[in-house]
């Protein structure tokens, strides 16, 4: 599918779910108990916290709710949120009962880390999805070759509570900088960030996202050879000090059009629920996210990284007892 389509239809699928209602907490149908071992879903209404509206967990996560509602009796609606961190918090706090998050910034919040320090959260997972690529894009005349050289530089990194911020933060703090002193700091949200790259009021900037999205497609296609991607991988060995769930990756060439494959850092994405989920939920859910991949991958060609024989790998983050249900383990 052409990267048009599949962003329209995206669009105007994920819309739709977020025009029927966003947020508020699950609100099951207490006349239809389900036995613990059930693998079926009953009446109630759910919400998932996705991402940025320009990015893929916006796009999947609205994929995700019309597959819910159309094939289970959960009525689920997909909301738009500021991604990883934010999500964990919402989520724990009962404003959500599903949630896209990075696999860092989850076993951060298991672990009481991070931007959780002191405060393990109670969050257990659905499954392991696709990989989100560090993708560090720079204007061609911003003198920036590295990470290290981006001190001093406008660069966005993320929405404020994203997965993108945390990874930029490590990013920056790997290459020997203060990201708090020593670059100048844009916390812009991705649609933002495409305007500030585009108008030059950006020198460069950090995503963390599925291959391809839109808005970075956007950017490349109108700045062509004025921007460039960034080499992440020197930094690689720091991150796993960090968090030893990153890991090698590439960004094709034709992904955006570009001259040469890109190396680059990745990290998973985790579908993440709190502990009292519903076990029967649980295991419809994680069974659907299988049984009908093929509409996630129409919706958008990252899902096509979600798979089985990886889904259960979702440590340090625990994996929920209805999931391990669907999933045979």
Excluded at 264 to 291: H, I, Q, Y
Aim: proline letters at 5%; one cysteine or more.
């Amino acid at each position: 599918m052409h990267s048009w389509a599949y962003k329209a239809a995206a669009g105007a699928l994920a819309l739709g779910m977020l025009a029927a209602g966003c947020g508020g907490k699950r609100t099951p149908d207490a006349s239809s108990p389900q036995g613990e071992a059930a693998c079926e879903a009953a009446d109630g209404r759910i919400t998932i916290a996705t991402g940025n509206s320009g990015g893929v967990y916006y796009v999947v996560g609205g994929g995700l709710a019309k597959l819910i509602s159309d094939n289970t009796r959960l009525k689920a609606t997909a909301a738009e949120t500021g991604a990883s961190v934010q999500n964990v918090q919402q989520l724990v706090a009962g404003d959500y009962d599903v949630a896209f998050s990075l696999a860092d910034t989850a076993a951060d919040a298991v672990a009481g880390k991070g931007a959780f320090e002191g405060k393990p959260q109670d969050v257990q997972a659905l499954a392991r999805l696709y990989s989100n690529y560090t993708q560090v894009l720079v204007r061609a005349d911003s003198g920036i070759d590295s990470i290290a050289d981006m001190r001093g530089k406008r660069i966005s990194t993320g929405s404020p509570k994203s997965g993108t911020e945390v990874i930029a933060n490590r990013l920056l703090t790997a290459a020997g900088l203060n990201p708090e002193t020593d670059v100048q700091a844009q916390r812009l949200d991705l649609a933002k960030t495409a305007d500030g790259m585009k108008d030059g009021s950006l020198d460069g900037l950090v995503w963390s996202g599925g291959l391809p999205t839109a808005q970075i497609t956007d950017i490349t296609t109108s700045l062509g050879d004025d921007v460039r991607f960034l080499d992440v991988t020197p930094q690689l060995d720091a991150l796993r000090g960090v968090n030893e769930v990153y890991d090698r990756g590439v960004i094709p060439a034709a992904t955006y059009g570009q001259p040469a494959d890109v190396p680059t850092v990745v990290v998973p994405n985790l579908l993440l629920v709190r502990s009292d989920f519903p076990r029967g939920d649980a295991c419809a859910v994680t069974k659907l996210l299988f049984e009908r991949k093929g509409d996630l991958e129409a919706v958008h060609p990252a899902a096509r990284g979600i798979a089985r024989d990886t889904a259960d790998e979702t440590g340090p983050v625990p994996l929920h007892p209805g999931s391990r249900d669907a999933l045979g383990g």
